[in-house]
């Protein structure tokens, strides 16, 4: 939906408003967003674990 209204300056603006369907879209996306971006950081931290497991595992055994 496009609305108009006039401007401060006595120009004309348009203002687009999303539809329902480019609502749900857009949180859709953005819900998948960070759940890429929590699946990325969990994966970082258990990289990070057993890195560190590993060292510490050479560094015991004989």
């Known amino acids: 939906m496009i609305r108009t209204y006039v401007a401060e300056h006595g120009g004309t603006v348009f203002v687009s408003t ?13 819900a998948l967003v ?8 969990a994966g970082m931290v258990q990289a990070f674990k057993d890195r560190d497991r590993a060292s510490a595992a050479a560094m015991w055994t004989p």
């Open 18 to 30: 999303p539809s329902q369907r480019q609502k749900k879209l857009r949180s859709r996306i953005m």
């Open 34 to 41: 960070v759940i890429a971006a929590v699946g990325a950081s």
